[in-house]
């Protein structure tokens, strides 16, 4: 494998790391929550719902930088949002598996959405992977605005994690994160993070997990660049890889310290 030093370029890889950073301020404390309740899968739920309404926007021709493709992946990410939201109060001994339904669901109905688009397959590529490596300062600012509220609320007003209120929060992080990062990053961000720090009392396992996710993004980045590899599944092993090491270190660090 040839490895391309001058690839690491801060005008290209820097907001990248900053879309990464912005993703797991709010994604790192979501996660654990979906840990606790047990409906691992409901990220991906969301995020497809979300990107079914930025795929219908897309086959529409709307305009990309426009607020339509905007407001069709919000209102399709709180709707399917409410849904779940529903189905938990309905039936909340199977939830999980109606989480499931409803992901696959909106993963078929976006193949059929773009059955007869000659660029389908870019779009649920761009979809999945993510874009990670073209945000824009704009798109950046936009998403910190929207997070930033959201987190504070979510932090300091422990209330809003009940109820619809958390499928409210997290269908708009969602939706947002899909945007910059791509499906697999907003699942990885969510859970990898948060497992590997989910026995850690909050505050601590909220660093660790930011901990986590940051050198995620930052290695995994560079190590894409250097090797000329999609950014988004590279991140993805990449973080896998930095939450093992960080749990055998743990564990081995408590070893010795009984010791």
Known sequence: ????????????????????????????????????????????????????????????????????????????????????????????????????????????????????????????????????????????????????PLLLAWIFFPGVRQGFGFYFIFALCITASVQLVGVYLVFTSLIVPALASQKRAFWSGLLQGWIIGTLGYACGLMFSAMADLPSGPVIVWVMAMVALLWTLLGKQTSKTNRG
Do not use: C, K
């Open 1 to 148: 494998m040839t490895i391309h030093w001058q690839a690491l370029d801060l005008s290209i890889l820097g907001p990248a790391f900053i879309a990464g950073a912005l993703v797991l301020a709010t994604h790192v404390p979501l996660g654990r929550e979906v840990l606790r309740r047990g409906i691992i899968f409901i990220d991906l739920a969301i995020a497809q719902i979300a990107g079914l309404g930025m795929l219908a926007a897309q086959v529409n021709d709307w305009d990309l930088h426009g607020w339509g493709p905007q407001l069709a992946a919000a209102g399709s990410a709180l709707g399917g949002a409410w849904l779940l939201g529903w189905l938990e109060q309905r039936w909340p001994d199977i939830q999980e598996a109606l989480i499931g339904i409803v992901f696959v669901m909106a993963a078929t109905g976006s193949l059929l959405l773009i059955a007869h688009n000659p660029h389908g397959g870019e779009h649920i590529q761009e979809l999945l992977s993510g874009q990670i490596l073209w945000a824009e300062p704009r798109q950046l600012i936009s998403t910190a605005l929207l997070y930033g």
